[in-house]
T-cell receptor
Framework: GAGVSQSPSNKVTEKGKDVELRCDPISGHTALYWYRQSLGQGLEFLIYFQGNSAPDKSGLPSDRFSAERTGGSVSTLTIQRTQQEDSAVYLC???FGTGGTEAFFGQGTRLTVV | DQQVKQNSPSLSVQEGRISILNCDYTNSMFDYFLWYKKYPAEGPTFLISISSIKDKNEDGRFTVFLNKSAKHLSLHIVPSQPGDSAVYFCAAKISNFGNEKLTFGTGTRLTIIP
């Protein structure tokens, strides 16, 4: 596809369940980012992947959150034992990586934990 | 610790006038700055960027100014149009350490009044 694709676009889950969010970056982009936006808040950094380097996980809010990027392309963000405070829009972005280039965002996954 | 700050949560501007959105940062290591625009239910879209070696970058109706000594940047939109109504995020990164993590501000909601 031409842009960053995220699925599902919406997810409603019960508290305590695990969820997986998927991101397909733009082909050829080596960098991939996950952010989340809670209601009325800014964009909170979660995790960053760059090529084969170890990911920057400094933004993950707890050990219930994890992410992987297989084959340097598709990424999955997993939230275990979801809590109501996990409700947010989860945004994925990709870029060419190093240098002064911009990141392109997907439309996001709106996660609602009930 | 909010390293990128947008102190105005909202701004209203008359159509045709100039919109000025401000952003301050605290980390002097940031050397690349970007502005994103976000409509409801969509991912952020890239608008314009500036490297720290410049103090101005212009693209059509959009101009970004960077004042490194004040650690301040601003986005000027002129003339403002109704379609410019959106939330604007300022972002910054350190581009020379192989970690292109973008740090975002909390956003400014711009409303253009017809």
């Amino acid at each position: 596809g031409a842009g960053v694709s995220q699925s599902p676009s919406n997810k409603v889950t019960e508290k305590g369940k695990d969820v997986e969010l998927r991101c397909d970056p733009i082909s050829g982009h080596t960098a991939l980012y996950w952010y989340r936006q809670s209601l009325g808040q800014g964009l909170e950094f979660l995790i960053y992947f760059q090529g084969n380097s170890a990911p920057d996980k400094s933004g993950l809010p707890s050990d219930r959150f994890s992410a992987e990027r297989t084959g340097g392309s598709v990424s999955t963000l997993t939230i275990q034992r979801t809590q109501q405070e996990d409700s947010a829009v989860y945004l994925c972005a990709s870029s060419f990586g190093t240098g002064g280039t911009e990141a392109f965002f997907g439309q996001g996954t709106r996660l609602t934990v009930v | 610790d909010q390293q990128v700050k947008q102190n105005s949560p909202s701004l209203s501007v008359q159509e045709g006038r100039i919109s000025i959105l401000n952003c301050d940062y605290t980390n002097s290591m940031f050397d690349y700055f970007l502005w994103y625009k976000k409509y409801p239910a969509e991912g952020p879209t890239f608008l314009i960027s500036i490297s720290s070696i410049k103090d101005k970058n212009e693209d059509g109706r959009f101009t970004v100014f960077l004042n490194k000594s004040a650690k301040h940047l601003s986005l000027h939109i002129v003339p403002s149009q109704p379609g410019d109504s959106a939330v604007y995020f300022c972002a910054a990164k350190i581009s020379n350490f192989g970690n292109e993590k973008l740090t975002f501000g909390t956003g400014t909601r711009l409303t253009i009044i017809p």
